[in-house]
């Protein structure tokens, strides 16, 4: 279902594109660490690798360009300005996934400004970084089997648009919202290191080693109810905002489902390891979205709590 932007110019500024052996580009694989977190990637690779596969098995493919998953892209050596042309270009949002991820990214910084600044909370913007194949973080090297993820240290979210085609045609995450979805969890992260609730988990998994996975689902649980919440705020929102449907809403439930735990380690493994999950099943995911999608206010994700 395409998603309806109330404003159409897309702002390139915070972008740091790295594709093509762009600023940045690492020299060699690897998984980020240090406090990279992803929607899916992250999960995928540690299933995979753990408990006794081979990532080659997920056939991820590189994305040289920003074509990939429902739309086409500019080529791997464009400059900002170019960028910025086509992204600007009547139509761009609807051909071009790297746009409309941009968009997306435009509106989330919007609105969560908005909202901080209404709640007298301080507020500084993220970046937004494309790469191909392997890139440098503030987390540590990082491939393309990451998939999408946020690094607290660079407080900048990356995407790999060959993964996110993956994401959608192995896993089942379409619709151009489940993008939106995934670019909205990747801010509810940075909103985790603004409010300061990124390193008071990360110093209690060091605390209580044993309860780390508890806290690694607990944090992403709330990076799912804080895309709820900015899905809501968006669609009310009188600047740059978006006008959602139910189809839409039901596009990013049901990529919050693809990405649970339980299905991504049936999809892979053919068995269900509750003991491993890091990101909480299908249905907590889903709840979670719901919760904030339907309240419209963080002050409801406390996936903490008890």
């Known amino acids: 279902m395409p998603i309806e932007f109330d404003d159409q110019s897309v702002d390139v500024s915070q972008v740091d594109d790295r594709?093509?052996?762009g600023g940045g580009r690492g020299r060699g694989g690897g998984l980020a660490i240090g406090g990279g977190a992803g929607v899916v990637g992250l999960v995928i690779y540690l299933l995979v690798t753990l408990l006794g596969g081979n990532p080659g098995q997920l056939q991820l493919p590189s994305s040289?360009?920003?074509?990939?998953?429902?739309?086409?892209?500019?080529?791997?050596?464009?400059?900002?300005?170019?960028?910025?042309?086509?992204?600007?270009t009547a139509g761009a949002l609807k051909t071009d996934t790297d746009c409309r991820l941009i968009k997306a990214f435009n509106v989330a910084d919007t609105v969560w400004k908005d909202e901080f600044t209404r709640r007298g909370?301080?507020?500084?913007?993220?970046?937004?970084?494309?790469?191909?194949?392997?890139?440098?973080?503030?987390?540590?090297?990082?491939?393309?089997?990451?998939?999408?993820?946020?690094?607290?240290?660079?407080?900048?979210?990356?995407?790999?648009?060959?993964?996110?085609?993956?994401?959608?045609?192995?896993?089942?995450?379409?619709?151009?919202?489940?993008?939106?979805?995934?670019?909205?969890?990747?801010?509810?992260?940075?909103?985790?290191t603004l409010l300061g609730t990124e390193p008071k988990v990360r110093a209690a998994q060091q605390r209580n080693p044993s309860q780390a996975n508890k806290y690694s689902i607990?944090?992403?649980?709330?990076?799912?109810?804080?895309?709820?919440?900015?899905?809501?705020?968006?669609?009310k929102s009188a600047k740059n905002g978006i006008n959602l449907s139910q189809d839409n809403i039901a596009e990013a439930v049901n990529a919050a489902q693809a990405v649970g735990d339980d299905r991504i380690q049936q999809k892979v493994q053919?068995?269900?390891?509750?003991?491993?999950?890091?990101?909480?099943?299908?249905?907590?995911?889903?709840q979670w979205f719901l919760t904030?999608?339907?309240?419209?206010?963080?002050?409801?994700c406390n996936t903490f709590g008890g």
């Open 19 to 21: 594709r093509g052996g």
């Open 270 to 286: 053919g068995r269900v390891n509750p003991e491993s999950w890091t990101h909480g099943s299908a249905a907590q995911r889903k």
């Open 121 to 192: 909370l301080s507020y500084n913007s993220p970046r937004f970084a494309f790469f191909t194949g392997q890139t440098d973080t503030g987390c540590g090297p990082a491939s393309a089997d990451v998939g999408p993820f946020y690094c607290p240290p660079d407080q900048e979210i990356y995407f790999e648009l060959g993964f996110l085609e993956q994401l959608q045609t192995q896993f089942g995450a379409t619709g151009e919202f489940a993008q939106a979805y995934i670019v909205a969890h990747e801010f509810g992260h940075h909103l985790q």
């Open 64 to 88: 040289a360009s920003g074509a990939g998953a429902g739309g086409g892209g500019g080529s791997s050596s464009e400059s900002p300005e170019q960028l910025k042309t086509r992204c600007n």
């Open 292 to 300: 904030g999608s339907q309240s419209g206010n963080i002050d409801s």
């Open 218 to 235: 607990a944090l992403e649980l709330q990076a799912d109810c804080y895309a709820g919440v900015w899905s809501t705020l968006a669609d």
